[in-house]
């Protein structure tokens, strides 16, 4: 026993766990990093990370067997042969869909961390207010200022570059210098500024991609191929830099294919003592021991180990006093946006594959109300020069065309607004009695987006065509497409936090308001799904809970 004892336990190493693993292991605590997946070592395993396509099999495309072993995974953007490895095998780890809910998941050291879209900003307190000024949901337990330092000292470590909006709604980062806009971009700020008077804005995104070096770490090589790994170390991933970081302090046990059945609850210290772990390639089941345990799987599989850690204390699931367990599950929504072409600036053009986008900030529900939809969106801004590809399909052939292809074409652009979600009670996961493969129950989801979404999405597309036509833009066409909930990859707010133990899980420092030595820091944590992307928040939010965590340790309170 006493060789399976440490003083911290994380489940999960992707962006919360790596956190957790790296404040952790820095404060002195002896940590022990489960992560159900296999081992992806930094640089060494990212065997597709300089291949060109040539190089791929199949071309790099998706295959009939590809799609039967991933019908799920292999419906997104990133999935071809260079990124399959980092997805899971649908089959080997299935869930049921009672209503139509794509969960992109990557099981293996680092989690979704190697393949995110890495969008860092923050929120404001016109996010963290909103829930409590509208009476929806319950009021966030924090507000800014209690997050604001944490934001710094996440944004100082990771390095992340972008431009600050100067909006009050975006609140200002700690950023590198942004990667230039090309020439379209710049045509477009300059045409958004005259029309909307600084209402609404093009900025450059803030991401976490270095635009310098930064602690040892290279600036971004301009390939866009980060979804392979990236050998760089140029975007944040809790391989290449806070596993890293945890582990040169001599404090950290990395332990993959380790899946965590559920928490050990001990009746009489009122405590977690423990995890069951099962050995995902064995299948020999083993506990190990701690004084503190920090849930980062994600956020349906933490609450999944919350649920199946019952006892007599807990028959509906550890530290489900309040029944809100698996309940109140977002993810934001981004149907709704515009395409365009603009047959100018041809004589312009731009180095690199640039791995960032432009950025619209939030503009709806910030001063003025809406009558028709609460809360609001923000949009990703993409712009090119046609390539060759353009010529793909045509009839055309002979010298000339074979020369205009060879040329950069037309500018093109793409837009979508990504908006919030309100937190339905009836929008949930919860498990069966049947069992996976490898012996966990089944997770059961259920989500829909309602009335507030569909009209937010034909304001979004509105919206879009209105700027992009009052930038002088052409063949400017909107889109609302229907979305499938999960399809943006940030589900969240299973195991919300608050301040009443009746009607919230976690209380303002994350810890489970009942057993106060358990910690959950990942998306379940969230009350609301503001428009900006959540990742900083997580990131900061684990921060800021190991401070306390530790603080308390060191008081003897947990």
């Not at 290279?218 to 191929?225: E, L, S, V």
Request: proline share 5%.
């Amino acid at each position: 026993m006493s060789a399976r004892t440490y003083d911290a336990i994380v489940v999960g190493s992707g962006m919360s766990g790596g956190w957790a693993a790296k404040e952790l292991c820095e404060k002195g605590l002896k940590t022990l990093v489960l992560e159900r997946g296999r081992n992806i070592r930094h640089v060494t395993d990212y065997t597709t990370a300089l291949k060109d396509p040539w190089q791929l099999p199949h071309n790099n495309r998706a295959t009939n067997d590809d799609r039967k072993a991933q019908p799920v995974q292999s419906t997104l953007y990133l999935y071809d042969q260079s990124t399959k490895q980092h997805f899971v095998d649908d089959n080997q780890h299935p869930y049921v869909q009672e209503q139509p809910f794509n969960w992109f998941r990557g099981y293996q050291v680092g989690g979704r961390s190697l393949m995110w879209a890495r969008h860092v900003f923050r929120y404001s307190d016109l996010d963290f207010e909103a829930n409590q000024k509208e009476g929806v949901g319950i009021d966030w337990p924090i507000r800014y200022a209690d997050i604001a330092p944490w934001y710094e000292h996440v944004e100082k470590f990771i390095g992340a570059s972008g431009e600050n909006s100067g909006l009050p709604q975006l609140p200002a980062q700690v950023l590198q210098p942004p990667f230039e806009m090309n020439a379209l971009e710049k045509h477009i700020r300059k045409g958004m500024d005259a029309a909307f008077k600084g209402e609404r804005k093009l900025i450059c995104s803030a991401t976490a991609v270095l635009s310098r070096e930064h602690n040892g770490r290279g600036p971004c090589q301009g390939r866009n191929q980060c979804a392979r790994g990236c050998p760089y170390s140029a975007y944040f991933s809790s391989n290449g830099v806070t596993l890293p970081a945890a582990a040169a302090t001599g404090n950290l046990t990395l332990r993959p294919d380790s899946l965590v059945h559920s928490l050990i609850y001990d009746d009489a210290k009122k405590r977690v003592t423990g995890v069951r772990v099962i050995d995902a390639v064995t299948r020999q089941s083993t506990e190990c021991f701690a004084k503190v345990v920090f849930l980062c799987a994600s956020a349906l599989n933490s609450t999944a180990i919350l649920l199946n850690s019952k006892s007599s204390r807990f028959p509906n699931g550890l530290g489900n006093d309040s029944g809100e367990l698996g309940h109140n599950l977002m993810d934001h929504h981004n149907g709704g946006g515009a395409t365009a072409s603009y047959s100018s600036l041809l004589d312009r053009y731009y180095r690199g594959r640039r791995s960032t986008s432009m950025y619209i900030p939030r503009f709806r529900n910030v001063g003025k109300r809406e009558p028709k939809f609460a809360r609001g969106y923000g949009y990703e801004v993409y712009t090119w020069r046609n390539s060759w590809t353009r010529g793909v399909g045509s009839a055309d052939f002979g010298a000339d065309f074979k020369n205009e292809i060879t040329r950069p074409g037309e500018w093109g652009l793409f837009m979508e607004g990504y908006g919030e979600t309100l937190p339905y009670h009836d929008n949930r996961m919860w498990l069966s009695n049947d069992v996976d493969p490898l012996g966990m129950p089944r997770i059961h989801v259920s989500m829909s987006y309602r009335d507030n979404e569909r009209l937010m999405a034909q304001q979004m597309m509105d919206d879009a065509v209105e700027m992009m036509t009052a930038a002088k833009l052409e063949n400017v066409k909107g889109f609302n497409n229907p979305v499938t909930p999960g399809s943006v990859i940030h589900e969240m707010g299973t195991a919300r936090m608050g301040r009443d133990p009746k009607t919230s899980v976690l209380n303002s420092h994350n810890q489970v308001h009942a057993v106060p030595n358990v910690f959950v820091t990942d998306g379940s944590c969230m009350v609301s799904s503001p428009t900006q992307n959540p990742s900083l928040t997580y990131m900061a939010l684990t921060a800021r809970a190991v401070d306390h965590a530790v603080g308390q340790l060191k008081k003897g309170a947990i």
